[in-house]
């Protein structure tokens, strides 16, 4: 009996044991130092991309002088101001814009479009103040993370660890050495990847994340062989079909 009892007891250790994952594998940034100071010298911007919806507003000292430049959908009702119209970036990274056609601004980030529109403007208007924001700015996030989807942003940039905030974090399953951002240029595919685990992610190309980037998380060994379910939940259940399962063969030897 006794000898029952310890292969009871082994084999509950066991699961116990492949159920965990090293701490070493789930700790952002480990070869940080204490105080280390770490300056971001990263110049990253956000450029426009093909089938961006870009919302751009022109104002003056005079309403009636910029009211062409600006384009609404529907009348005012009862108070209630018209919809402004956002502008698609066609196949060809172009807009059209109210007045003055056609402008180019794919590969342009907002303060380089806004410079070109008041370059453009200035026959027509004086000293006009021109704000712009893109519309759809979205990331995906996929595999093991805790609420995978798709996120608006509301700012022009994003990093990876935020977008991974909106996700709830990668899960205890998930490999945070080799997360793989995919990007899309112009209808290319460009897949890279970044190790979370290292201080160098944040010299990474894609730790800031431009619209429509996909991240996803690649399960560690462990999570490819078992459900994604919480690390307690799963270590709880292994343990309960472990002790079922013994109990069952020790009742049908005796």
């Not at 492949?18 to 956000?46: G, I, M, R, W």
């Not at 309403?63 to 970036?89: C, D, H, K, M, T």
């Not at 709880?236 to 109990?247: D, F, G």
């Amino acid at each position: 009996m006794r000898q029952k009892t310890r292969l009871v007891c082994y084999l509950v250790i066991s699961c116990l044991i492949f159920s965990c994952t090293p701490s070493k594998d789930v700790v952002y940034f480990q070869d940080a130092s204490q105080f280390e100071t770490l300056v971001d010298d990263n110049t990253f911007t956000t450029k426009f991309k093909v089938d961006d919806l870009v919302s751009i507003n022109v104002s003056t000292l005079d309403p009636e002088a910029s009211a062409p430049f600006n384009l609404f959908r529907g009348a005012e009702e009862g108070g209630i101001r018209p919809e402004q119209v956002n502008y698609l970036v066609d196949k060809n990274g172009e807009i059209d814009f109210p007045v003055i056609g056609k402008v180019k601004i794919e590969g342009l980030s907002p303060s380089e479009t806004r410079e070109l529109l008041r370059e453009k403007l200035k026959d027509y208007l004086k000293d006009p103040i021109i704000n712009i924001r893109i519309r759809n700015f979205t990331v995906t996030v996929l595999g093991s993370v805790n609420r995978p989807g798709t996120y608006p942003i509301n700012g022009e940039q994003i990093t990876i660890m935020e977008a991974l905030g909106y996700a709830g974090d990668i899960n205890i399953k998930g490999r945070r050495d080799n997360v793989m951002v995919i990007r899309d240029f112009d209808g290319t595919k460009v897949y890279n990847r970044i190790n979370l685990n290292s201080k160098d992610a944040l010299k990474s190309p894609v730790y800031y994340l431009t619209q429509n980037d996909v991240v996803y998380v690649e399960p560690n060994k462990s999570g490819k062989t078992q459900s994604s379910l919480d690390q307690r939940a799963t270590i709880a259940i292994s343990i309960i079909s472990t002790l079922i399962t013994s109990t069952v063969i020790l009742l049908t030897r005796n």
